[in-house]
């Protein structure tokens, strides 16, 4: 029997509703629960998993949408339940810092504030971009669900000003050592980031982590920046101000392949700049140096030459065939997942799935790769970084069987990451490993011993329990394909050439360099990420926003334009 309550007006962030979904979901009585805020988007989440109700179409953006499946009426100990963990989720919040409800109260609270980070629903991004970019402030945009030209507008305003619009739909950056969003803490070091690939940058910056050297910057610029759309704006303004910045020596950056006509004005900036520079692009293969800037084959070359290293240099463990026949990999990390798809891709003398059809990167004679955190596997759900169930379920299905696999899998730690990833995978693993001993677990981590999770903790609670932990996204590849016994592709060794004197002088904004030299971060959305840039020393304020305009699209984009 399903139950419907709506509470008007009672707005909650997105991930804080999927907790308390999950949580009251345990109640005695309660088969399950779905809650979520009103907007279009979740109605029809709410019709496509079978828990929409008539009552439901007279909800609002701005309503909270409690259905709840249950034989008998749980109303009343479920209201319960829900106003003690919004309550508690309130008390901690506000215990050790200060919360504000408006602009203007944020701006007075938080003197000299440069950087607006958003985690709210995507339709109300433009409004509350413009606002910020209005008031002098740079902006970090982790939400998703923005329009490409919204995107195009707001990007090509900030740069108008001189400002800078990370994203839509970055989840990560780090700048000056302060995490934003979804972030590693990386020791800090001279290599500045810049990237169009969220565990991409996460990958290289905790390899440089681990192998000595830190980082100075890392610039998230959302995966549509190097678009023919969107233009690299983003990416550009990045480059420029790492360019310029006194803490960087050397320039990583990361995409997938950009746009033709992008992917030349990106070079042609590149050349100009008076530092050496390391490209990484996701399934690019055997580009030769050109001047200063060097082409890596994958994330882990990526890190080794930002050091002066080369691959030559790196850890293995000698893994040789076993039996198995084919790789299951199921990964978190979406840039992880391309990198395992298309160094497997040319094992097998195919091309990767560069459509990402249903999540699968890869798909061939049994051999699957997938983004668990495509939006098609997290649509009215929590992310696989934060909430193991969906992956669970994947390991059971495609484990049940007989034949020999190797099944290879990603553990991203840091901010926003759940808090103890090896501990909720590992039951089902260890479950596995007694009933299916035809299948290998090789794992992942991508992490730091400074992240709230510790690299070397993760590591440890796999190892104890026999699983192979590989020293990086590409080992854990190489190793895959050693076990089914194929052959692991090899790449020419490189080194970063020398950088000759230039004339050309790149210019970045002194509101895009103070950003840099001290991020002090308004934080509109989720708790978490405030908390974490004050954890590691920065400043804060949160901004307990709420729709505007009675949460109406339409009205929102006018209020927008006005502004």
């Not at 299916?436 to 590591?459: F, L, M």
């Not at 080992?475 to 080194?495: N, S």
């Not at 004339?503 to 405030?530: C, M, Y």
Request: with cysteine; charged share 20%; proline share 4%.
């Amino acid at each position: 029997m399903l139950t419907t309550i709506i509470q008007a007006n009672t707005y909650q962030d997105s991930v804080t509703l999927m907790v308390l979904s999950n949580h009251v979901s345990s109640l005695e009585g309660i088969n399950k629960v779905s809650i979520m805020m009103g907007t279009p988007a979740n109605l029809d989440i709410f019709k496509s998993t079978g828990f929409y109700t008539e009552e439901l179409e007279a909800a609002t953006p701005q309503d909270m949408c409690i259905v709840v499946d249950a034989e008998t009426d749980q109303t009343e100990p479920l209201l319960k339940a829900i106003h003690d963990f919004l309550n508690n989720q309130t008390k901690q919040a506000g215990a050790d810092k200060t919360e504000v409800r408006s602009w203007k109260a944020a701006l007075e609270e938080l003197p000299g504030a440069n950087l607006a980070l958003l985690s709210i629903p995507g339709q109300y991004v433009e409004y509350e971009t413009r606002k910020a970019l209005n008031q002098g402030l740079n902006v970090h945009i982790f939400s998703d669900n923005v329009p490409v030209e919204v995107e195009r507008e707001l990007k090509q305003l900030a740069d108008d000003k001189g400002l800078l619009v990370m994203g839509p739909d970055c989840g990560t950056a780090s700048l000056a050592g302060i995490p934003l969003a979804f972030t590693n803490v990386v020791r800090e070091g001279r290599v500045g980031i810049v990237g169009a690939s969220g565990t991409g940058i996460q990958e290289v910056a905790t390899l440089i982590d681990r192998l000595g050297g830190g980082v100075s910057h890392a610039i998230g610029t959302g995966g549509r920046d190097l678009s023919t759309e969107i233009g690299g704006i983003s990416m550009k303004a990045g480059i420029r101000a790492l360019a310029e910045d006194v803490t960087t020596d050397t320039i990583v950056v990361i995409s997938k392949p950009p746009a033709k006509e992008v992917r030349e004005e990106i070079e042609q900036l590149l050349q100009q700049v008076n530092k050496p520079v390391v490209a990484f692009f996701v399934g690019d293969h055997g580009l030769a140096p050109v001047n200063h800037v060097v082409y890596a084959d994958t994330s882990e070359e990526a890190a080794l030459l930002a050091l002066g290293k080369s691959t030559q240099e790196r850890n293995r463990t000698e893994v040789t065939s076993n039996g198995a026949s084919r790789i299951i990999g199921l990964f978190s990390g979406g840039t992880l997942a391309a990198e395992t798809a298309d160094l497997m891709g040319l094992s097998f003398g195919v091309e990767a799935d560069r459509e990402h059809r249903d999540g699968f990167s890869f798909d061939y004679d049994g051999n699957v790769v997938i983004d668990l955190g495509d939006d098609v596997y997290t649509q009215g759900k929590p992310h696989p970084m934060i909430d193991p169930s969906t992956r669970i379920d994947f390991i059971n299905r495609y484990c049940d069987t007989d034949e020999s696999i190797v099944l290879l899998l990603d553990n991203v730690l840091g901010y926003g990451s759940h808090e103890n990833m090896a501990g909720a995978l590992l039951p089902t693993l260890t479950k596995l490993q007694a009933t299916r001993p035809n299948v290998e677990v090789i794992v992942n981590v991508c992490g730091t011993e400074q992240d709230p999770q510790r690299y070397s903790a993760q590591k440890q609670l796999f190892e104890a329990a026999g699983i192979l932990v590989a020293e990086s996204n590409v080992a854990a590849v190489e190793y895959a394909l050693r076990m089914i016994g194929k052959e692991v592709p090899q790449f020419k060794q490189k080194t970063v050439p020398s950088v000759e004197p230039s004339t050309h002088k790149i210019e970045s904004s002194e509101a895009i360099q103070q950003l840099l030299r001290a991020p002090k971060v308004v934080n509109l959305g989720l708790r978490s990420f405030a908390d974490a840039v004050i954890s590691e020393g920065g400043h804060s304020v949160q901004y307990n926003w709420q729709p505007t305009a009675g949460g109406k699209p339409h009205l929102q984009r006018l209020l927008a334009l006005m502004s």
